[in-house]
Structures are given as structure tokens and as C-alpha cells.
């Protein structure tokens, strides 16, 4: 649960579901079932691996709509930091704009819609205008990607996940204000080391982060710049299989089942107080990671070994599906903070009529009050269509990556663990939601 203080999720528990939740995780279960059945009966041939299949005319974006894009991000940027240093008569910040600017808009607003209208943060990243603006890094070098991939994006993700989601203080103003103020200083050293682009593709927790889901969607860049429409998913099998992907993708998948299981009345009456504490709530994120990674490897043992294909060792299985786990990634991380983006998420309105928390009410709407629009019912079924969505788009990505890699009854056999990963997965995120 992300701990702004005059934040919290907009809707609780169902529970007054219409029939229990393990109705619905059997009936998803039935769903990802069929589509198997179907896929493996319909779908004989890989039609994915050829990469996004677009215009390939495209239309090149003016460059005064990409320098204001990217002042619009410098500036929401430095509002965020001077908002964070200033907290006015309120010494915890309940209306200082901060951290909804870091944890709603930036965390997830706009990686959420990079889905629908493509990379936006790669428009709005301050780091890359700050220093495009300053002449830091303009030279450029492959050696990040090439030797430690996307690891340090990866540990960056867990580093953020801790500060958010174990962190006691993490939604007050002056946290983040240290913390936005170190990664800037991070960003800036590494940037100048390794190169603009090439540093912020490793050591940048947000650029992996949002290319990733904005390949799930249907607008994207061609080489020179120009913005292409394409087809659904079709970008996904063209990510780089860069080292660490899958490691990143389990870390998103983690950490987020770790917030909803932290916030259900099971775990503390499992973990206790140890479990409340920054040391047991630290342990237990990880622990999460590495039980989210290990079933994800286990699938990929199964899968080599079902297949037949004694050349494909359990890392290059690892490598090879990592970007089937996007998709899933993506219903997780939404179903999840879908409440928190619409209702919660309001409340950025009464922060930008008082961003610092000094009194002013710059327009009229200071007081404004959430309004709960939407029923949990209906939000619930939003949750459990994105959820099995996801899902099906893994397995489709994972069917048509078995059939290009694999040979003959192989291809089908081999996803039968990962068939079983999906289930186990869509389980835990419709009881996580539950809970």
C-alpha cells in the first residue's frame, strides 16, 4: 500500500463478492485452460517473432511538441522538489503535491498510459532533458547493456519498492526529497560515465520500467524517431534479451503481490509483529522476490526438459520467455493500484491548489473531496478482467515463443509448466485483490 498520508486504497476487501473469490480463480483457470487447448490446436506456426509489424512511413513528431514534452517533465519535476523541501505549517505534508507527483503520477499514471499512447516517459524523463540541457553524457557506449543488462534496474526497482512499501516515512516531503535528490546525483554520475541513452537504458529503474509496458501497446518509435503504429503485443518478442530482464520482471511481479499480501489481515496474523517491523517486512519483500523468481525458473527447468531439448539450458528458457511475463506484469501492477489512480488519485487536484502546503487555494479547489464514483463491485470485475487478460496475453506470447524455439510435439509439451506458472499466478492475484 503506498503510505501517502492522505492516501490510502480507495476500496478495501470484497467481501461481499456475489460468490467466493475461489469461483473466480477456478473460472480463470478454465479460461487460461482453453486458450491453451485452443492455441495448441489453431495456432501451429509462430506469428509473433517477427517483431512489430507497423507503418513504415510514420509520422516524425515536431520538435517543439518533444521539447515541450520534455519541459512539461522538467518542471512537474521541479515542483516535486521544491514542493518536498517545503511543507509549510503541516510538518508531514498531508497536502504537499510531492509525493502524489511521485507516487501516483510518476510511479504509475504515466506508466499505465505508455500502454495506450506509447513511451511517455522517455519524453518526459527530467534526468534525460536535465542533461541534454547540461551537455553531460552526449557520447555513448553499449559496454552498460552488453555487461550488467538491466540488473542495475532491476536492484533499483527492489531499492524503490523497499523505500516505498517498507519504509515507514516514505510519503513524507522530506523523504523525498533525499531520495529524489540521491538518484538524481546517481543519474547524473553514471550518465556522464556511460552516455545518455546508454546509461539510463541500465541504471535508470523508470526507462526499462516503462518501455517494457509500452511495448505491450500499439504506438511505438522506429529507429529515426518517427512514432509508428503496430500491432498489439507484437513488440514484446523483439525486447532485447538483455541480462537481468527477467530478474526485472520478477522484482515487478514481487513486489507488487508483496504490497497486497502485507496489507491482508492474513499476514500479520501469520508474521505477527516481526512481520510489521522494517526488518521483517524487509525480509519478507525479498522473500517474495525470490519465491516469485524460483517459480518462474522451476517453469523454465520443466519446459527445457518437457520439450526434449537437452541444448536449451534453464537460464537461456529463462532469457528467451522473460518478456511473456510483461503482460502479467502490467494486469498486476493496474488491477492492483487501479483505486488508487482513480479515487486516491484525485486528490492531486486539492495538492496543486496548495502544492506546498503553505494555505493558498490557488483555484478554488484546496478542499476538494474524493468522489468515489465507482462501486467495488464493478471495480472488482475491472480487476478480474485485467488480471485474466494479462494472463491470457502470457500465455499467447509464451505459446508462439515455444513454437520458434521448440521442435514439433515439443513446443506443445513444453508449456505445460509454464500453463501450470500462469494459473499459479492468476490465483495469487485474484486472492491478493481478495484479501
Known sequence: MIRIPFLGHGIGGRLDLPVPVTYFAAGAAVVLIVTFVALAALWTKPRLQGGPEGDPRGVRP?????????????????????????????????????????????????????????????????????????????????????????????????????????????ALPSTVAIAALAYSIYLIVVVSRFGRESALASFDVFTPYNRLFSSIGPWGRSADGRLIRRKWLHALPAIPEWKGLAALLVVMIATVSFDGLSNTVGYEAVTGSFGMSIAGRTLFLVLACLLVGGAYYVACWAAARLAGDSEMSTGRVASRFAHTLVPIAFAYSFAHYFTLIIFEGQSIIAAAADPFGLGWDLFGARDYKIDFFLGAIPVWYIQLATIIAGHIAGVVLAHDRALADFKGVGAVRSQYAMLVLMVLLTGLGLFVLAG
Open 62 to 170: 515536431p520538435m517543439a511538441l518533444l521539447a515541450g514534452i520534455g519541459l512539461a517533465g522538467f518542471l512537474l519535476a521541479v515542483l516535486g522538489g521544491v514542493s518536498a523541501l517545503v511543507t509549510g505549517q503541516d510538518s508531514t505534508g498531508t497536502r504537499n503535491i510531492a509525493p502524489v507527483l511521485l507516487w501516483v503520477f510518476f510511479w504509475l499514471v504515466v506508466p499505465f498510459a505508455s500502454v495506450l499512447l506509447g513511451n511517455l516517459y522517455s519524453g518526459v524523463n527530467p534526468w534525460r532533458t536535465i542533461s541534454r540541457w547540461l551537455g553531460i553524457g552526449e557520447h555513448e557506449s553499449d559496454r552498460p547493456l552488453q555487461r550488467v543488462g538491466v540488473w542495475p534496474a532491476a536492484i533499483g526497482l527492489l531499492a524503490f519498492a523497499w523505500l516505498e512499501l517498507v519504509y515507514p516515512e516514505s
